[in-house]
């Protein structure tokens, strides 16, 4: 289970990244962040906000239309 969440269900990309951000910056370190998305863009999206950002993407999968990801924050996000 995830220490944060956020469910961006229905947002077209970049907004899923951007609120993904926003959160991250309020979290410590070490975190783990859920993120639910529906933009098939959010895919190429999360792998990049987390090789640039130095988090650790965990997890991703597909349930029908919601993709999820489970990221571990890096210090200083």
Do not use: N, W, Y
């Amino acid at each position: 289970m995830a220490d944060s969440q956020l469910d961006a269900t229905g947002l077209k990309c970049p907004i899923p990244v951007l609120k993904a951000r926003k959160i991250a910056r309020g979290l410590p370190g070490g975190t783990t962040l859920e993120v639910l998305a529906t933009d098939p863009g959010s895919v190429p999206d999360f792998e990049a906000f987390c090789k640039t950002g130095g988090h650790e993407l965990l997890e991703h999968s597909r349930d029908g239309e919601v993709f999820r990801f489970l990221i571990k924050l890096a210090d200083g996000a």
